[in-house]
C-alpha cells in the first residue's frame, strides 16, 4: 500500500515536528477559550460545573502535550521535577476519570534534556498501555519509579492489574524499543499474577553526538520512519 504522506528529507523533520505542536498548543488554547466562554455565558450552575469541568481537562491534557514536546536546546533537566509533572498531567488529564492511581518514586538525577524527554516518552508510552490493558474498567495504581546505581539509570513501571502476556505488541511499543535503543538502554517486561512490570535502564550521560535541535528529535522521527516502513510492508 502506497504511503499517503511523501517521505520527508531528515533536515526537515525537526522543523515539521516543531510546527505541528506550535499548532496542537494553540488549538489547545482555542478550545480552552472557548470553553470558558461557554460557561461564563451560561446560566444554569450545572451547566456552567460541566463545562468548566471540561476546560480544566483540556488544560490538563495541553500539559501533557507540552511536557512532551521535544526541547528546542540542549541542557541539563532535573529528571525527578520533570516527572513529576509529567505524571501528575498523566493523572489528571487521564487516569483520574478511570479510578487509577499513579505514584511516582524519582531520585534526584540531572539529565540531558534531550534524553529525559525520550525518557518521558518512553514513561507516557508505558503509563498509557498499563491504563488500557491492566484493569478492564476496574480501579488500580500505576506505579513509576526512577533509581540510580552508580553511572546508570533504572525506570521502573509496574502496576497491578491483570494485563495478558499474550498481547501483541503495538505501534507504541515500537516506538519504546526506537527511544531506548536512542538512550542506549536495555528494555524488558516481566508478566505476573500481581501485575505487570517494565524495566528500562541506560546509562546517565554520553557525549553529545549531534546539535540541540536535532538531539532532542532524532529518536522520535527514526521510530515513525521505521513505522512507515513496516506499513508499507505489510500493507
Given at each position: 500500500?502506497?504511503?499517503?504522506?511523501?517521505?520527508?528529507?531528515?533536515?526537515?523533520?525537526?522543523?515539521l515536528?516543531e510546527?505541528?505542536?506550535?499548532?496542537?498548543?494553540?488549538?489547545?488554547?482555542?478550545?480552552?477559550?472557548i470553553?470558558?466562554?461557554?460557561?461564563?455565558?451560561?446560566g444554569?450552575?450545572?451547566a456552567?460545573?460541566a463545562l468548566r469541568?471540561?476546560?480544566?481537562?483540556?488544560?490538563?491534557?495541553?500539559?501533557?502535550?507540552?511536557?512532551?514536546?521535544?526541547?528546542?536546546?540542549?541542557?541539563?533537566?532535573n529528571?525527578?521535577?520533570?516527572?513529576?509533572?509529567?505524571?501528575?498531567?498523566?493523572?489528571?488529564?487521564?487516569?483520574?476519570p478511570?479510578?487509577?492511581?499513579?505514584?511516582?518514586t524519582?531520585?534526584?538525577?540531572?539529565?540531558?534534556?534531550g534524553r529525559?524527554?525520550?525518557?518521558g516518552?518512553?514513561?507516557?508510552?508505558l503509563?498509557?498501555?498499563?491504563?488500557?490493558?491492566?484493569?478492564?474498567?476496574?480501579?488500580?495504581?500505576?506505579?513509576?519509579?526512577?533509581?540510580?546505581?552508580?553511572?546508570?539509570?533504572?525506570?521502573?513501571?509496574?502496576?497491578?492489574?491483570s494485563?495478558?502476556?499474550?498481547?501483541?505488541?503495538?505501534?507504541?511499543?515500537?516506538?519504546?524499543?526506537?527511544?531506548?535503543k536512542?538512550?542506549?538502554?536495555?528494555?524488558?517486561?516481566?508478566?505476573?499474577?500481581?501485575?505487570?512490570?517494565?524495566?528500562?535502564?541506560?546509562p546517565?550521560?554520553?557525549?553529545?553526538k549531534t546539535?540541540?535541535?536535532?538531539?532532542?528529535v532524532?529518536?522520535?522521527?527514526?521510530?515513525?520512519?521505521?513505522?512507515?516502513t513496516?506499513?508499507?510492508?505489510?500493507?
Amino acid at each position: 500500500m502506497p504511503e499517503l504522506v511523501p517521505h520527508l528529507p531528515v533536515a526537515e523533520e525537526p522543523l515539521l515536528l516543531e510546527e505541528l505542536n506550535h499548532r496542537i498548543s494553540n488549538e489547545f488554547a482555542s478550545l480552552i477559550a472557548i470553553v470558558s466562554r461557554a460557561a461564563a455565558a451560561s446560566g444554569n450552575g450545572e451547566a456552567q460545573r460541566a463545562l468548566r469541568g471540561v476546560a480544566q481537562l483540556l488544560h490538563d491534557y495541553a500539559r501533557v502535550h507540552r511536557a512532551l514536546r521535544p526541547p528546542d536546546r540542549e541542557t541539563l533537566v532535573n529528571a525527578e521535577g520533570y516527572l513529576s509533572e509529567l505524571c501528575r498531567s498523566i493523572s489528571r488529564s487521564k487516569l483520574d476519570p478511570m479510578n487509577i492511581d499513579l505514584v511516582l518514586t524519582a531520585a534526584p538525577l540531572l539529565m540531558e534534556s534531550g534524553r529525559c524527554w525520550r525518557l518521558g516518552m518512553i514513561v507516557s508510552e508505558l503509563i498509557t498501555n498499563a491504563a488500557r490493558h491492566a484493569f478492564a474498567g476496574r480501579p488500580g495504581r500505576i506505579r513509576v519509579e526512577l533509581l540510580r546505581a552508580g553511572g546508570v539509570a533504572k525506570c521502573i513501571v509496574s502496576d497491578n492489574g491483570s494485563a495478558a502476556a499474550h498481547i501483541q505488541p503495538g505501534h507504541g511499543f515500537k516506538i519504546v524499543e526506537e527511544l531506548t535503543k536512542a538512550l542506549d538502554g536495555r528494555f524488558e517486561r516481566r508478566f505476573g499474577g500481581a501485575g505487570t512490570t517494565s524495566i528500562l535502564l541506560f546509562p546517565i550521560s554520553e557525549a553529545k553526538k549531534t546539535s540541540a535541535a536535532d538531539e532532542g528529535v532524532d529518536a522520535y522521527a527514526q521510530a515513525h520512519r521505521n513505522l512507515r516502513t513496516d506499513r508499507a510492508r505489510t500493507g
